[in-house]
Structure formats: C-alpha cells, structure tokens
DNA sequence: TCGATTTAGTAAAACGGTTTAGTAAAAATA
DNA sequence: TATTTTTACTAAACCGTTTTACTAAATCGA
C-alpha cells in the first residue's frame, strides 16, 4: 500500500488538491471552505493517517526546517551536550538537527559543509576549525545563515559564541603558580586552531608575568588521530622533564592524561596539579587534582539558537559577538 | 545573487535542461551528448560553482540519503560514540545521520519517528525504549528499513543487533560474588526497558544461583530526569544498608555512583565492588573498582550499518538478529 | 429585481530536479 | 539513391506540495 498523497486524498474525497492542501493548513477558514468539507476532509485524513511529504512541502517553501550542527567530533562530550541542548532548544522550534563531525580537517569541513548547503540546511551551527576561510567566505557573502562556537578565527567576521579563551587560561594557570608550581608543560591537539592557540597564549602570559621562563620542548603537541597513545608519549615526556603542573586545551587530552597518569605514573600523582580547559565531573574527585575553567554550555547553546534565529529572521546582515564568562573551578 | 538551477545554467548556455542533466549525471556518453557540450557544460557548471538542490533530487527520486539515528540520549557517551561510528561508516556510502533524542519517552520516540519517515529518510537506527509498540508496527508493515541496536522487545520481531545481556551480567555479578560479595545492591533507570529488565534479570540469576537472598528493596531505581541527585540518594540508601557491592545496569549511572561515592562516602571506597554494564575508560583506575561489560561499539556500528544497507536494497522482508559477546573486563 | 459581494471551491503554475518518449539531422548501409 | 541507423539533443511529464488567479453559484443591498 503506497503512502497518500494529497492527490489521491483529493481523488478519494471528490475534492480538489488546493481545497485539501488549504483544510491541512488551517486555512479553511481564511479561504472560506466550508466547516462541513473541512470537517470531512480531516475526518477523513486522520482515518488514513495521512502524513505528508515534508521533502515536497520543503522544495515548495524553500524551508527545510533543518539545521546543520558541524563540529570535530559529535562524540567529544562538549560538542555532545551542546549538540542535545541545541536539539531540544531547536525542536521545540519545529526545527532538527543534521550532524557532522570534521576531525579538524578542513577536507571533511567543506565536504560536509557542501552537503548541508545542498541540502538546503536553513542555517548551520559550527565550532570550525577555520583553517581554510574560502568556503565560509563564500556563505557569508551569500547571507547563509551560520553561528559560529567555542573556535574563532581573527580575519573572519561572523556570528561568534565564545568564552574569554585567553583570559580564562591564563587565570586558572595563574592559580596553580600561586600553589607554587614552577615548571609548567601544556599538552594541545592541533595549535592552528585559533581557540586553542589563545588558550596556549594564556598559559605563556600567566608564566611571564610570574616571570617563568617558557620552554617551547615543554609546550607538547598531541596527535589527534591517536590520542590515547600520543597523550601518553607525551604526559611521559613531561613527567621525564618533573614538571610539577600541567596544562591542558581540551577536555579529552585532559581525561586521557588522568587515565595515563594511574596507569603509568601513579608515584607522582600527588605531585602534579592539572588545569584543563572544560570540565568533566570526574575532575571533581579525580587524581591528579584539576583545576577547570568550565565553559557555561546551557548559556552557549541559548545564545547559539537564539542569535541563529536572529540571523534565520533578519534580512539585514548581523554580525554579533557574545563573549561569555567561563567559571574557573578550582581544585588545588 | 539567488542560486543557478540547472534550468539557468540551460538557458544561459544554449541547451535543454534534460542535456544539462544527464551531463551532470554523468549519462553523457550513454545517452549521446556530444564530448564537446559535455565539456562546455561541466566547464560552465565549475565556473559558476553550480550546488545541485538535494531536495528536489530528493522529491523525484523518493530517496534522500538521509538516516535517523533515535536514541534516548544522544549526549550519552555511548550513544554518541556509536552514532559517531555510525556517521563515519555512512558518510562513505554518501548518507547522512539526522538526530533525535527520545529521553526513554514514547511521546517523543513517537514524535520524532513522524518526524523521521515525514522527513523521509531512507531509513532508521534506532535504540528504542519500546514502551509501545503501535508506531513500531506500523512502519515494519510498510516495510520500513529500520535496524535496532542496544534495546529489544520480546513482542516485536525487528532486526537488532544486541548483546546478550542477560548472561553477561550474570557473569560479571558472579565474579564479585567469587570475591566474596554477600549483599549486592542494584541501581538502574526506568525497568520498563526490556533489555534493562535482562539485565536485571542476570543480576537476579547470579545471586539465586549463588544462593544469596534477593531482597527487592536493594534494587533501585533511579530517576532518569534527575539523575546526578537520584544517583546520590539512591546510593546513600544503599551505603546505608552496607552492602559490598552495587551493579549499575549502564554506564550512566556507574560514573555517577562512581562521583558520589568520591564526594559522600569516601571512606567506604576500598570496601565496596562495582559491577557496571557499558564501559567507560575511568573504570581502568577509579575507585570503587569497577567490574564492567564492554559493549564492542565497533561491531555494533558496523553490523548495524551492513543490515540497514541489507534491509534498503532487500525487497523481502528480513529479520536479522545479531547477538554480540560483550568482553568482560575484570577489575576486582 | 439587478448589480455587487460573498461563499465555496478549482485549475494551473511553481519549486528544481530526473526521466520517458520523442525528433531532426547526419552517417551508414543496401 | 532510398532506407535504416546513429548521433545529438529536447519537450513534457513527473515527484508532492503550495499558492495565485480564477469561476460559478448563492446571498445581499437598494
């Protein structure tokens, strides 16, 4: 049994497909069809269940009510809790998500980029990596509506959610000074992200001015398509050099740093102190202990759906920066 | 600038947009469009970087290259983690995940499942709670290409690809009463699910074939809109009652309990056991000790995505059912 | 009672593609 | 040279909606 189309409804009902399509859309009244005929043609769509074609419906209006949610990784646990805020938020807007995740690779970014264009995604929702501005250039000057989170890129003007990166770093690495740390190592995914790198500055500029000298061989760079293992090789380099504090730009580096720390270091847990940028609830009994600068996803997913409607709505181009204020956790 | 259709790119160059067309779908040669307007097509389409509209193809080929993935959370690291499997296996077959979280209600699995096959998607992943089985029936008897992972039902006949979950969390709780576990407590979400039933099952089964009296009051359930607070109470009930171990039926409620037993009942850390259904990598050191039941996500993703491809291409009805061995990981 | 208005509807175009069923001209064959 | 075949292309229908522009009949107002 094919599914029914208003055609055949219309057939069925010695109706026309216009009086049909007007009685579904609550327009019976605005287009003066009679009480009698909607109540028989509703009656009658809810027997057979009638669903319509919403691809259909989507071409006609040039809506899809979809929206494309492209980040690094969907299963990273802060783009995964931003991702379900924003879906409910959405819904209950009638609009749904449509997901990407890029691996910080600028090939899969404009891959998937194209593909929810094409799909004539109402608007997109992106921490991007911005390693390429060509593709984002051209949506911007074709007005496509986007709004832009947790990264940024200083020569693209956009709609930006973002927390102080640099400031909020640089606060949380000043405290564990203030405990006395004094040899300092960072460990980062990819430093061309831009977000990342301020977060990196932050961590320089609370050593200088507790005049710290920066050692570069301390500064570790981790391989975003082996984490585990890299984070591993890594924090042992760091834990060769007895640094007595280290930093980290992400979440995930932060957690695999714990788990290689009680497997492979556990003599010096005591001594080590974390800052992780975003935080996890393990980090509120884990060792070592962690200092976090927890961003305010429910605020970053309201602000994100809010200004995309904004922008969905606005004829006029916008370009608006909301700055939020991450709350330092400390853990010292 | 408004976006070239291929009627435009017709007009502008000279030719029918059924030429057009067929070039485009490379049909060229099949359907005798000569080299030289092959190449003044496809060089004209580069220089205005035509985007094909997805949605009209869509609407005439009753196909959209789209799949639902339902699950109850997709901010649940295990959900996440293999819907990002799943992303990834799809995206080489040129399909594309759109989301729904159903909180374990049928109101909104309902809702969204509508939303799904009105949206058209050519197919559905789905983790379903099960509660009722009217929408689930329905679609199975249009055929509707769906593919069932994590969660059964007894009454519904489906493809799934499960893990046997009975049996191993009859096997993990029987290692912690090797250890010596006498008064073993359980904490789960909502038992309406009948694959969390199971597992509770397994539970029962291990202590009634070790002879330990089952006693239903230590069996708690957790409210699943609370759960950081329910976790906590539900676990205090249970230190109360000094049990030595606590089964945790995912993994959800396991690092809570974990959380609050670091935070509330620090010094009852050495002398309890944990027996956690779903993996997480914090169980490799944290405290308690967490005896758990590894789902193999990978397989999952990958067996789900073959019978969806499977059920699509098929036009008889098949049934798969797929049981997976879970790998035990001992921690005691 | 006659023209104007309202009521109750409909036909057809449109959205942007794909596909079927063609056609006219050129080339091949007899 | 007449017929057939091949080449190169196109008109129009179609997918399932929405929407514009229309009409015929009924009702209203003076």
Same mark, same amino acid.
């Not at 094919?2 to 189309?5: A, G, L, Q, R, V």
């Not at 055609?7 to 069925?12: G, H, L, N, T, V």
């Not at 809790?81 to 924003?86: D, F």
């Given at each position: 049994m094919?599914?029914?189309?208003i055609? !055949?409804?219309?057939?069925?009902l010695? $109706?026309?497909?216009?009086?049909?399509?007007f009685?579904?859309?609550?327009k019976g009244d605005e287009k003066?069809i009679s009480?009698k005929t909607?109540?028989k043609?509703?009656?009658?769509?809810?027997e057979v269940?009638?669903q319509?074609?919403?691809?259909?419906?989507s071409l006609k209006k040039?809506?899809?009510?979809?929206?494309g $949610?492209?980040v690094p990784?969907?299963?990273?646990p802060?783009?995964a809790?931003?991702?379900?805020?924003?879906e409910?938020?959405l819904a209950?807007?009638?609009?749904?998500?449509?997901i990407g995740?890029t691996?910080?690779?600028?090939?899969?970014e !404009?891959?998937?980029?194209?593909m929810?264009?094409?799909?004539?995604?109402?608007?997109l &929702?992106?921490?991007?990596?911005f390693?390429? =501005?060509?593709m984002?250039?051209t949506l911007?000057?074709q007005?496509f509506?986007?709004?832009f989170?947790d990264?940024e890129?200083?020569d693209?003007?956009g709609? $930006?959610?973002?927390?102080e990166?640099?400031?909020a770093?640089?606060?949380?690495v000043?405290?564990?000074?203030?405990?006395g740390a004094?040899? &300092?190592?960072? /460990?980062s995914?990819?430093p061309?992200v $831009?977000s990342?790198?301020?977060r990196?500055d932050?961590y320089?500029?609370?050593l200088? !001015?507790?005049?710290i000298?920066?050692?570069d061989r301390?500064?570790?760079?981790?391989d975003?398509?082996n984490?585990?293992e890299s984070?591993?090789?890594q /924090?042992?380099? =760091?834990?060769?050099e007895?640094?007595?504090a280290?930093v980290?730009t992400?979440?995930?580096i932060?957690?695999?740093?714990?788990?290689?720390?009680?497997?492979?270091h556990?003599e010096?847990i005591?001594?080590?102190k974390?800052?992780?940028f !975003?935080?996890l609830d393990?980090?509120?009994y884990?060792k070592p202990?962690?200092?976090?600068?927890?961003q305010p996803i429910?605020?970053?997913?309201?602000y994100?759906?809010d200004i =995309?409607e904004?922008?969905?709505?606005?004829?006029e181009r916008?370009s608006?920066? &909301?700055?939020l204020?991450p709350?330092?956790?400390?853990?010292?």
């Open positions: 094919k599914k029914k189309s055609k !055949d409804i219309a057939q069925e010695g $109706y026309s497909k216009t009086t049909v399509s009685v579904l859309n609550n003066n009480k909607q109540e043609i509703l009656a009658y769509v809810r269940n009638y319509p074609n919403q691809i259909a419906k040039g809506k899809t009510n979809t929206i $949610y492209l990784d969907i299963s990273n802060f783009y809790k931003i991702g379900r805020l924003i409910d938020l209950d807007k009638g609009y749904h998500l449509i995740s691996d910080e690779t600028q090939e899969k !404009d891959l998937l980029l194209n929810f264009v094409n799909r004539q995604v109402d608007g &929702i992106l921490a991007s990596s390693e390429n =501005l060509g984002l250039n911007t000057s007005r509506p986007m709004v989170f990264r890129h200083p693209f003007l709609n $930006y959610i973002l927390v990166n640099k400031k770093m640089k606060n949380a000043q405290k564990v000074i203030q405990q004094k040899k &300092i190592g960072l /460990l995914i990819t061309n $831009y990342l790198k301020l990196i932050g320089r500029e609370a200088s !001015d507790s005049n000298h920066i050692e301390l500064i570790r760079i981790v975003n398509n984490l585990k984070t591993k090789a /924090l042992q380099y =760091l834990m060769e007895q640094v007595d280290v980290f992400n979440n995930q932060t957690a695999q740093a714990i788990w290689a720390m009680n497997i492979f556990k010096k005591e001594n080590v974390f800052v992780s !975003d935080n393990l980090f509120d884990s202990k962690v200092t976090s600068v927890a429910e605020k970053i997913a309201n994100t759906v =995309l904004e922008v969905m709505n606005e004829k916008i608006k920066r &909301i700055v204020e709350k330092l956790i400390e853990r010292l």
